[in-house]
Each structure stands twice: as structure tokens, then as C-alpha cells.
């Protein structure tokens, strides 16, 4: 009888937490499509440096809709009461999420503000404020890039942060901008891709 409480009780907090996650990134996927939406309808004309941060977002819309996808399929297995099915759908929407949603929006949000305003001090903020907070939220133990990485975790930390940095500086002085993109993007694929083939609780 007890076994069987505590079996109803772990699927119900399953269900409340698989509901949530589900309900943050559909919200985020909706958030960064309008803003995407609204940044393309101020440009005539599209350059690359306005380009790379569109393309991240684009990308970063993905990220939160397929982990939405991914949580609502843990949800069904919530119903099936298959408690494997369900780590694993909140494993993979977490990857997702973090790394192709949060991580792209966060490094896409100063590139787009260095294109709309040549105001130094309002590109300083939006750098230093985006990176600090990344940097703070890799290394708070709360991030799931420690669960992924236990060993190396601060290296891959700051190594996105690193590359973040100099692709910033690369967009604002106009040189190996393209190339530093594509380091980054392929760097966020690798680390997402890692961490897939890690194990999951």
C-alpha cells in the first residue's frame, strides 16, 4: 500500500514537472519568434551582421518548440506510467532547451543590440549583462551543464562564454566574424551533442 503511494506521488510531481518545463519553453518559443518577427520587419536589407544573430534565434525558436515537443511526449509517458520514458524525454528536452534555446538566445541578444545602436554604452551593458549572466548561471551548480560535464564543466563554461565574447568584439570591429560564427554554432552543436551520449537519471 505504501509502495503504491509513494509510486502515485513520484508520477505526480513527473506530471507537474514535465507540465512546467512544457509550459516555459512553448512561452519562450512564442517570446523569440515575435521579437525575431519584429527585428526583421525594421531591416530593407539583411548583411551578414545582422544575419548570424537572426539566424540564432531562428535556431533558438527551434530549440525551445522541439524541447516543448519533447516534454509533451514525457507527458504521455507520464500516462504510461513508464518512469524511464519519462527521464529520458525530460533528459533530451533539457539538452535542447538549454543549449540550442537558451545559449543561442542569450549570445543572439547583443549581437542583434550592436546592429541597432551604435551607443557604446548600451552595447557594454547588453555584452557584460548577457555573458555575467551566463557566466554566473554555468557556475551556480544549478546548471545542467554540470550535470553533463561533472569534471570538466567550468571549461566548457567558459569556453562558450570565451567564444561568445570574441564574437561579439568580431561583429562591432568587423573581422573573422563569419568564421567565429561558425566556430560557435559548431561549438553549441558538440556541446549538445556531448552531452546527449552522457547518462541521464
Known amino acids: 500500500m505504501k509502495e503504491h503511494k509513494d509510486n502515485d506521488s513520484r508520477f505526480s510531481l513527473y506530471?507537474?514537472?514535465?507540465q512546467t518545463?512544457?509550459?516555459?519553453?512553448g512561452t519562450m518559443a512564442a517570446v523569440v519568434m515575435f521579437f525575431t518577427g519584429l527585428i526583421l520587419s525594421k531591416f530593407e536589407s539583411l548583411d551578414i551582421s545582422i544575419k548570424v544573430p537572426?539566424?540564432?534565434?531562428?535556431?533558438?525558436i527551434f530549440g525551445f518548440l522541439y524541447s516543448a515537443l519533447l516534454y509533451a511526449n514525457a507527458a504521455q509517458e507520464v500516462s504510461d506510467r513508464n518512469g524511464p520514458g519519462i527521464r529520458k524525454g525530460i533528459f533530451l528536452g533539457d539538452i535542447v532547451s538549454e543549449y540550442l534555446g537558451v545559449y543561442l538566445l542569450v549570445i543572439s541578444i547583443p549581437l542583434v543590440i550592436n546592429?541597432?545602436?551604435?551607443?557604446?554604452?548600451?552595447?557594454?551593458?547588453?555584452?557584460v549583462s548577457s555573458l555575467a549572466g551566463l557566466c554566473l548561471y554555468q557556475l551556480s551548480h544549478f546548471s545542467i551543464v554540470e550535470r553533463h560535464f561533472k569534471s570538466n564543466h567550468r571549461f566548457v563554461a567558459l569556453l562558450v562564454i570565451g567564444l561568445g565574447l570574441l564574437l561579439c568584439l568580431a561583429q562591432v570591429y568587423g573581422v573573422y566574424f563569419v568564421p567565429l560564427s561558425t566556430a560557435f554554432g559548431?561549438?553549441?552543436?558538440?556541446?549538445?551533442?556531448?552531452?546527449?551520449?552522457?547518462?541521464?537519471?
Open 115 to 127: 546592429v541597432i545602436t551604435p551607443d557604446f554604452f548600451l552595447r557594454t551593458v547588453t555584452i
Open 186 to 201: 559548431i561549438l553549441i552543436l558538440a556541446i549538445a551533442y556531448s552531452a546527449s551520449k552522457s547518462k541521464h537519471s
Open 54 to 60: 537572426i539566424a540564432f534565434m531562428i535556431i533558438s
Open 21 to 25: 518545463y512544457a509550459s516555459f519553453s
Open 15 to 18: 506530471a507537474t514537472q514535465v
